[in-house]
Structure formats: C-alpha cells, structure tokens
C-alpha cells in the first residue's frame, strides 16, 4: 500500500511544471503572437519592435481570442435517474 501511494505522490509531483517550463511556454506563446499578428501590424503603419507595435500585436491577439469565445455551445441532457443522454450543439 504505501509502494502505491508512494507512486502516485511521485506521478503527480512529476507533472507538475517548474518555473523554467512555464517560462518558456509562455516565450513560445509570445513568438508565436509575432509571428501571426506582427506581419499585420507592420501592414497597417506600425515600425517594427515598437512599443505601440507591440501594443497593435496584444489588441489583434485579444481580438482574436474574444472571438473565439463567442462561439458558445450549448448542452442539453434528457433522461431519467440514473439513465442521461446529452447532445451538445
């Protein structure tokens, strides 16, 4: 018993992500926000490695991100107790 707790302690700790993990993470994020919406920026008059380029990259990203949101879906379950079918549309 305590073999199996021991591992699961040892599965859970090893998933966890360190300081150096989630940094680059998010350095791969933000290249990845240049990459798609610098080219945009530099299109509509911003010079490039500026901080209002930099702030036309982070408005186009949001937007993109709360459009996205707005898809929504919605979920409805019929059934009886114990027995559910749910469709998602």
Known sequence: ?????????????????TQADRTAQVQREVDE???TYGPACDKLGYKSA???????VLRLATKDSLEQRRDF???N???SRG???????
């Not at 599965?11 to 966890?16: A, P």
């Not at 500026?50 to 036309?56: A, G, V």
């Open 50 to 56: 500026t901080d209002p380029w930099r702030d036309c």
């Open 33 to 35: 926000m240049i990459a």
């Open 73 to 75: 879906t919605t979920t």
């Open 1 to 17: 018993m305590r073999t199996f707790i021991a591992s699961i302690l040892i599965v859970l700790i090893s998933g966890c992500a």
């Open 83 to 89: 027995f559910f079918h749910c469709s998602t549309f």
């Open 77 to 79: 379950c019929i059934g």
